[in-house]
């Protein structure tokens, strides 16, 4: 019966939007001898029965070819991932403005942040073909997330509101809804995510390696060639829609692997069944073909400078902008973009609450401590001597772009002043020192802070080198220990770590809709107290309790956040959160904003020349839609 509506339903969705009126659609010369070969079905078979139609010109871009290849770079291999967060494919995803708008979705209805009604695009398929129903919603909740051989934690937190999991059902094939009996505000909002939490699965292509689905026979030998101990652990190989590393794994992002195994160089080619197409009829992404280089951090700007990419942020900093613009005088056929940074600061000491040495552990919660180290940072000079002053001192605040920016937040504990860091110190019970003027710790130690980092930014040390004066002045002794960054997150999750440096909080735009779960103890990967986080995520299974007042006032804060009705109690609930870590200054920010270079081709056209580079909300270049960027030829 619903087969037949199919057709019906499709009309009525087009009617009622008449804005979005499908063109007659043209097939790309990328697949025609595809098409003309009968592999694949013209391009009007491929499409859903509503496409997304994009009005290129409501966002002063405009219309492009299709064609040519680009390509950009990555430092590590497991970074192709980048394709899943630029392509920024998204059920509900958020547009320049940072609106949410239906994007994968046809629609979806909120009813008081309880119940979620999700509309998929009728006759929407995934990129080899298969249809994309709401029985790739109904496996992955059924069969992987309640599947406790694939799922050991059970579904992901953002499905618990006020500590219960969601009522879930599939009335149709295009229709999935989610209910609470709490609010759950934050669901929409976490599909759009950079690393979006993908509530489906191809069902399909996994069933195939799933024991309740496969034939016994074949899933034992699927297990034994890939040498996996499992059926489950072979399902988790395949299944990596973030990962993107498994070209066989069906996807709806605008560009599909076409690399199989570890390369240096991966190509990925335009998606036949992509739902999304421009005003003309023209299917996007406009350009066929993104080459992804794996090279050597170091190499990033050298190979920009030297006109290797046609599109290239990621592995680019500030101080990399003076050979970027000789390389666009020497021929290099590029320009270089100025866009503002996302994140709350560009820079930001994580003092860790949660090591396991006690006596620091001791010495990092007392708050006149961090104030203190936070007063001791000449930031004006590191503006000056690192941001040539285009960048903004100050401590972690959320960014001028936010409704909840607040000026003083971003000045507390932020100005330089050592007489008052000394005095700090002093009265937390660090006045003893040795005889070059090295302050003591409680145990006789001397008070030797070493901070590690990520060893990916030539900014972030030479800051570090800076502040190990300032510090020095004050009595303390900073040493700076450069590591891989998986070997840091790993050392500052298990409390070896004393103090750590990063970005500043991803989301530094924060509106009364985005959820605040980041400024609450409930994530490991908040470098200053990865113990709490840990607690909350397990459940208590692993991990401490958060023991600090404040912090589990933060917990309290968030929860209210939760249980919010208006946008006005949401505000109040973000506010006292913000308030209490200028106070606390539970990370210690150094600068914000300073700018982030961005190499575009010449002949790159619909990238925008001002814009913010965020990983949340945005992706990166995922907000500004890469799949409308296009070469001017049509040639790469």
Not at 466 to 474: L, S, Y
Not at 496 to 522: C, E, H, I, K, R
């Amino acid at each position: 019966m619903f087969d037949v509506m199919k057709p019906l339903l499709a009309a009525l969705c087009l009617a009622a939007l008449p804005a979005l009126a499908q063109p007659p659609v043209q097939e790309s010369a990328f697949w025609r001898a595809e098409v003309d070969a009968g592999h694949l079905p013209p391009v009007a078979e491929r499409l859903p029965e509503v496409p997304l139609v994009v009005d290129l010109a409501a966002k002063g871009r405009t219309h492009g070819v299709q064609g040519g290849t680009l390509n950009t770079m990555v430092t590590r291999s497991k970074d192709i991932r980048q394709m899943v967060v630029y392509g920024y494919a998204r059920l509900a995803g958020y547009g320049e403005d940072y609106k949410l708008r239906p994007d994968i979705l046809l629609d979806y209805e909120n009813e008081n942040n309880r119940r979620f009604t999700l509309r998929l695009r009728p006759g929407h398929r995934w990129s080899n073909g298969d249809s994309f129903t709401s029985d790739d919603f109904r496996y992955w909740w059924e069969d992987v997330a309640n599947n406790e051989l694939l799922s050991p934690s059970g579904p992901p937190d953002f499905l618990r509101a006020g500590g219960q999991l969601p009522r879930v059902s599939f009335p149709d094939e295009t229709t999935v809804i989610y209910e609470w009996d709490h609010p759950n505000p934050g669901f929409l909002h976490t599909l759009a995510l950079a690393r979006p939490p993908f509530i489906y699965r191809p069902a399909k292509f996994l069933k195939k390696f799933h024991a309740d689905y496969a034939d016994p026979d074949a899933l034992a030998e699927e297990v034994d060639y890939a040498r996996v101990k499992s059926w489950a652990a072979l399902h988790n190989k395949y299944d990596n829609m973030y990962k993107f590393d498994n070209h066989e794994l069906p996807t709806l992002q605008p560009w599909i692997n076409a690399s199989a195994g570890k390369k240096i160089r991966h190509q990925f080619v335009r998606n036949p069944y992509y739902h999304r197409i421009d005003s003309r009829g023209v299917q996007l992404p406009y350009i066929d073909t993104v080459e992804m280089e794996i090279v050597g951090a170091g190499l990033v700007a050298a190979k920009s400078n030297a006109g290797e990419t046609d599109l290239q942020a990621r592995g680019l900093d500030f101080r990399d902008i003076p050979i970027l613009r000789k390389g666009e005088k020497d021929g290099g056929n590029y320009r270089t973009y100025l866009w503002g940074s996302g994140a709350a600061s560009q820079i930001a000491i994580y003092p860790n609450l949660n090591v396991n040495d006690p006596v620091w552990r001791k010495v990092f919660r007392d708050v006149r401590v961090r104030r203190a180290l936070s007063l001791a940072i000449n930031r004006r000079a590191i503006n000056r001597a690192l941001y040539f002053n285009l960048a903004k001192p100050g401590a972690m605040a959320v960014l001028e772009q936010s409704a909840f920016f607040d000026q003083s937040l971003r000045d507390a504990w932020a100005d330089f002043d050592p007489e008052e860091a000394n005095r700090l110190l002093d009265e937390a019970g660090l006045d003893k020192r040795d005889a070059y003027g090295i302050r003591y710790l409680p145990d006789g130690r001397r008070m030797e802070l070493i901070v590690e980092t990520a060893g990916e930014r030539q900014e972030e040390e030479n800051a570090l080198q800076i502040i190990t004066d300032d510090w020095r002045d004050v009595g303390v002794k900073l040493v700076m220990r450069p590591l891989d960054r998986d070997i840091l997150r790993n050392r500052v999750f298990s409390g070896t770590t004393m103090a750590s440096t990063w970005f500043g909080w991803d989301n530094g735009l924060p509106q009364p809709y985005t959820s605040p779960v980041y400024l609450a103890p409930t994530d490991q990967t908040f470098l200053s107290w990865p113990k709490w986080g840990q607690y909350y995520q397990t459940g208590g299974q692993a991990g401490e309790p958060p023991d600090l007042p404040e912090a589990q006032r933060l917990l309290s804060l968030l929860e209210d956040w939760e249980a919010a009705t208006t946008g006005e109690e949401r505000s109040a609930a973000w506010r006292e959160m913000l308030q209490i870590h200028a106070d606390q200054v539970f990370a210690i920010g150094v600068v914000a904003a300073a700018p982030q270079p961005v190499v575009v081709s010449n002949r790159l056209r619909n990238v925008p020349e001002q814009a913010i580079w965020a990983w949340d909300p945005g992706a990166h270049f995922g907000v500004y839609r890469p799949d409308e960027f296009y070469f001017e030829d049509g040639q790469g």
